[in-house]
T-cell receptor, first 112, second 114 residues
Framework: SQELEQSPQSLIVQEGKNLTINCTSS?????LYWYKQKYGEGLIFLMM?????EEKSHEKITAKLDEKKQQSSLHITASQPSHAGIYLC????????????FGAGTTVTVRA | DSGVTQTPKHLITATGQRVTLRCSPR?????VYWYQQSLDQGLQFLIQ???????AKGNILERFSAQQFPDLHSELNLSSLELGDSALYFC?????????????FGPGTRLTVL
């Protein structure tokens, strides 16, 4: 099973509308990363959150980390076609292997 | 552009064959990571090298091996290839050896095993 669960698995949003993606860990998180991937291409780093309650924004994308819930959310405001893609969360989780684990990804489609 | 380069971009080969994937990290980064991404398994960590030494091992098969050279570029060798090895293989790099560093990903090598 995935150590990081992302929801929803996919979503379709009308251009100009907001959307939120969630990433929940079953284990203690040590750093939470958000990446964006165009299908078949490399991952583009969006932002990293390290402290509980931390919130970061870049252009129209905001990410928050809730340490108590072991959860992060990614919020896109006024979505544009350029926001379409697969969003992956990654985190170092408390486990035997100190490695960056990834969620399965959320596919975002923006309709004009 | 992340600054991480990977070659080749695409690779098509037959079962039983051996291939080598190459990765050059960002300037100044000492760690190189290899990942495999497939539809059924998602993005899986394979192995990490830091300054030429193996640092961490993930779900890497015995048929696969990697190394990092003195100039810090890395190669991932895949042998006795099977159909199930078809996937996107990503290389990432970071400054340090430990967790907490941001990993920057290359564009990937798409491997197709026929």
């Amino acid at each position: 099973s995935q150590e990081l669960e992302q929801s929803p698995q996919s979503l379709i949003v009308q251009e100009g509308k907001n959307l939120t993606i969630n990433c929940t860990s079953s284990k203690t998180l040590y750093g939470l990363y958000w990446y964006k991937q165009k299908y078949g291409e490399g991952l583009i780093f969006l932002m990293m959150l390290q402290k509980g309650g931390e919130e970061k924004s870049h252009e129209k994308i905001t990410a928050k980390l809730d340490e108590k819930k072991q959860q992060s959310s990614l919020h896109i405001t006024a979505s544009q076609p350029s926001h379409a893609g697969i969003y992956l969360c990654g985190a170092y989780v408390l486990s035997n292997d100190y490695k960056l684990s990834f969620g399965a990804g959320t596919t975002v489609t923006v309709r004009a | 552009d992340s600054g991480v380069t990977q070659t080749p971009k695409h690779l098509i080969t037959a079962t039983g064959q051996r291939v080598t994937l190459r990765c050059s990290p960002r300037s100044g980064d000492l760690s190189v990571y290899w990942y495999q991404q497939s539809l059924d398994q998602g993005l899986q960590f394979l192995i990490q090298y830091y300054n030429g030494e193996e640092r961490a091992k993930g779900n890497i098969l015995e048929r696969f091996s990697a190394q990092q050279f003195p100039d810090l570029h890395s190669e991932l060798n895949l042998s006795s290839l099977e159909l199930g090895d078809s996937a996107l293989y990503f290389c990432a790099s970071s400054v340090g050896a430990s967790g907490g560093d941001t990993q920057y990903f290359g564009p990937g090598t798409r491997l197709t095993v026929l």
